[in-house]
């Protein structure tokens, strides 16, 4: 890959680029783009930026105010594989034109302002995140929702639910049970060449990938491996890999979906997060404490459980996320770490000796996290926790799902709701807004975004199950 402007502009020339597509994302987590002529694109775009009217994108500027410019970072070129005239994509950071500088809504420079924060502080320079996200392919998806009716359907040629289906030209079987697709081999795994597809695409699009595999739920839920990152690197590869899992299964007639919680009564899709800090590279996280901790990684991990309900606005940001995050079931609920138990929220994975793979893993995010915002959220959380010595309190090496009630009312739980980390973001956020990191701006406009687009339109609209309960009250 690339790494300077003149080196982007020489692969452009040496591999026949004609066109150069330009991405950003949103501070939904959703990519935007904009296609150029190879002729537009200079040395000065790297520094300058290109035009584009921010107004049109949601939560971001006002008509009066609208014009922007998004900045290509050359070390994100790759060639997109989706395209069928030869095209060079570039993730892109967004500035005001007028000054020069970052504009603060742009969550990739948001970011880039956790890191030089981090540095400052001098606790660190270097955060390593190893996202896990997981999606479901579906063979059908059709919803609506209006005045007089609201439904979806879904169908996958492996859900549990077909296995008296005639359709398919005679039923051949092998579907997958409720919660046993992790992970029979093939005919019971049926998209194995799909997933290889996926992954492959993914490292040509400069994704270091690591494997692929199905997972636990019916109906097609997967997951591709990639190897840790900056963070900064490791939030562009979460939406190059779902760039590549969409495109992908469109290709082969197939829809994929990041939704956390698309099928009843069975596993959803989370997007497990693990970090660690580093200075001077060298890491910050072993030690000899409590499974090879040192006291900064104990005080980071206080810092991530005594800042969760917020954190939880970022990295679980959709009303979908609470479908999914249910106490009683899989779902990592409890604000409590241990070592190797996965059910507590905070786990500290084995890794043995090594000091370099010492590390902490937050299971609660899902793939509807904008993963600039969710990874640079832990990290203000951490870094409030070390500064602060935070204590995370006792390990809880036991099944947190076997315990009794009582026994369980005495650990604290993530939000029951979006709404409810909406909440706890407005009363707690001192801990984002340190350095100029988040401004009061930005999450005032996320709180209100989230609360009139999604929270409010969400209670004016009965839901099909209020129907089977009440119709005939």
Same mark, same amino acid.
């Given at each position: 890959?690339?790494?300077? @402007?003149?080196?982007?502009?020489?692969?452009?020339?040496?591999?026949?680029?004609?066109?150069?597509?330009?991405?950003?994302?949103?501070?939904?987590?959703?990519?935007?783009?904009?296609?150029?002529?190879?002729?537009?694109?200079?040395?000065?775009?790297?520094?300058?930026?290109? @035009?584009?009217?921010?107004?049109?994108?949601?939560?971001?500027?006002?008509?009066?105010?609208?014009?922007?410019?998004?900045?290509?970072?050359?070390?994100?070129?790759?060639?997109?594989?989706?395209?069928?005239?030869?095209?060079?994509?570039?993730?892109?950071?967004?500035?005001?034109?007028?000054?020069?500088?970052?504009?603060?809504?742009?969550?990739?420079?948001?970011?880039?302002?956790?890191?030089?924060?981090?540095?400052?502080?001098?606790?660190?320079?270097?955060?390593?995140?190893?996202?896990?996200?997981?999606?479901?392919?579906?063979?059908?998806?059709?919803?609506?929702?209006?005045?007089?009716?609201?439904?979806?359907?879904?169908?996958?040629?492996?859900?549990?639910?077909?296995?008296?289906?005639?359709?398919?030209?005679?039923?051949?079987?092998?579907?997958?049970?409720?919660? %046993?697709?992790?992970?029979?081999?093939?005919?019971?795994?049926?998209?194995?060449?799909?997933?290889?597809?996926?992954?492959?695409?993914?490292?040509?699009?400069?994704?270091?990938?690591?494997?692929?595999?199905?997972?636990?739920?019916?109906?097609?839920?997967?997951?591709?491996?990639?190897?840790?990152?900056?963070?900064?690197? @490791?939030?562009?590869?979460?939406?190059?890999?779902?760039?590549?899992?969409?495109?992908?299964? %469109?290709?082969?007639?197939?829809?994929?979906?990041?939704?956390?919680?698309?099928?009843?009564?069975?596993?959803?899709?989370?997007?497990?997060?693990?970090?660690?800090?580093?200075?001077?590279?060298?890491?910050?996280? $072993?030690?000899?404490?409590?499974?090879? &901790?040192?006291?900064?990684?104990?005080?980071?991990?206080?810092?991530?459980?005594?800042?969760?309900?917020?954190?939880?606005?970022?990295?679980?940001?959709?009303?979908?996320?609470?479908?999914?995050?249910?106490?009683?079931?899989?779902?990592?609920?409890?604000?409590?770490?241990?070592?190797?138990?996965?059910?507590?929220?905070? %786990?500290?994975?084995?890794?043995?000796?090594?000091?370099?793979?010492?590390?902490?893993?937050?299971?609660?995010?899902?793939?509807?996290?904008?993963?600039?915002?969710?990874?640079?959220?832990?990290?203000? @959380?951490?870094?409030?926790?070390?500064?602060?010595?935070?204590?995370?309190?006792?390990?809880?090496?036991?099944?947190?799902?076997?315990?009794?009630?009582?026994?369980?009312?005495?650990?604290?739980?993530?939000?029951?709701?979006?709404?409810?980390?909406?909440?706890?973001?407005?009363?707690?956020?001192? $801990?984002?807004?340190?350095?100029?990191? $988040?401004?009061?701006?930005?999450?005032?406009?996320?709180?209100?975004?989230? &609360?009139?687009?999604?929270?409010?339109?969400?209670?004016?609209?009965?839901?099909?199950?209020?129907?089977?309960?009440?119709?005939?009250?």
């Amino acid at each position: 890959m690339a790494a300077t @402007a003149q080196e982007v502009l020489k692969m452009i020339q040496d591999e026949g680029i004609e066109l150069i597509d330009l991405k950003f994302v949103d501070i939904l987590g959703v990519w935007q783009h904009c296609t150029f002529h190879v002729s537009y694109i200079d040395e000065t775009a790297f520094t300058e930026g290109v @035009a584009f009217d921010g107004s049109s994108i949601r939560g971001w500027k006002a008509i009066n105010a609208s014009d922007m410019a998004m900045v290509p970072d050359p070390t994100t070129a790759w060639i997109d594989p989706f395209m069928e005239v030869p095209t060079l994509s570039m993730i892109c950071s967004i500035i005001e034109p007028r000054t020069g500088e970052i504009y603060d809504r742009d969550p990739r420079s948001i970011a880039q302002k956790g890191l030089n924060y981090l540095e400052a502080s001098g606790l660190g320079d270097a955060v390593y995140c190893g996202p896990e996200p997981e999606f479901f392919i579906f063979e059908d998806i059709r919803y609506d929702q209006n005045e007089h009716e609201g439904y979806y359907h879904i169908d996958s040629n492996e859900g549990q639910w077909n296995t008296g289906r005639k359709e398919e030209g005679g039923n051949l079987g092998f579907k997958t049970g409720y919660k %046993r697709g992790y992970f029979p081999v093939a005919p019971s795994d049926t998209l194995q060449d799909i997933r290889t597809e996926m992954l492959l695409t993914m490292a040509k699009c400069g994704v270091p990938v690591e494997k692929h595999h199905h997972e636990v739920a019916t109906a097609g839920q997967c997951e591709l491996g990639m190897k840790f990152s900056d963070l900064i690197s @490791a939030a562009d590869n979460v939406l190059i890999y779902k760039y590549v899992v969409k495109n992908v299964a %469109r290709k082969y007639g197939k829809t994929a979906t990041f939704m956390p919680k698309p099928v009843l009564n069975d596993n959803g899709s989370g997007m497990h997060t693990h970090m660690s800090v580093w200075k001077g590279g060298e890491p910050l996280f $072993f030690g000899d404490g409590y499974a090879d &901790l040192s006291e900064t990684a104990l005080h980071f991990i206080g810092g991530i459980i005594k800042h969760a309900p917020s954190i939880l606005a970022f990295s679980n940001p959709s009303l979908n996320s609470y479908k999914r995050l249910v106490p009683g079931f899989e779902a990592p609920v409890n604000l409590a770490y241990s070592q190797g138990n996965r059910s507590a929220s905070i %786990r500290i994975p084995l890794t043995g000796s090594n000091p370099k793979a010492k590390r902490f893993e937050f299971r609660c995010p899902d793939p509807t996290a904008n993963p600039y915002l969710s990874f640079t959220a832990m990290l203000m @959380a951490g870094i409030d926790g070390v500064q602060n010595k935070i204590d995370p309190g006792s390990p809880l090496d036991v099944d947190i799902y076997e315990l009794s009630p009582e026994e369980l009312s005495k650990i604290p739980s993530t939000p029951g709701s979006l709404e409810g980390a909406l909440s706890a973001l407005a009363e707690d956020h001192a $801990f984002l807004t340190a350095g100029g990191v $988040f401004t009061e701006d930005f999450i005032d406009n996320y709180i209100t975004y989230k &609360l009139d687009n999604e929270v409010n339109p969400m209670r004016l609209r009965p839901h099909p199950y209020e129907f089977m309960l009440y119709y005939d009250a």
